[in-house]
């Protein structure tokens, strides 16, 4: 499969998926997409993705909790 942004080739790899719920940052990690090697568009397959949502929309017990600070780029 080539990538349809550039037509690269993918890899296999495990990346760090981050979503915003709820005014929380929720961070996957370990999670398995192929990556183009060119550009870096990422693809989660189907099942993926669902346990991904099922993951964060369930709240269930984080592995780890980090602090993150946020900053408001008007107001740099």
Known sequence: ?????????????????????????????NVPARVCGQCGETYFSGPTVERIQKTAWEQQSPSRI???????FANT
């Open 1 to 29: 499969m080539k990538c349809d942004t550039c037509g690269g080739n993918f890899d296999n790899r495990d990346v760090t998926y981050r979503i915003e719920l709820g005014g929380r940052l929720i961070v996957v990690e």
């Open 66 to 72: 980090i602090e993150t600070a946020v900053f408001d």
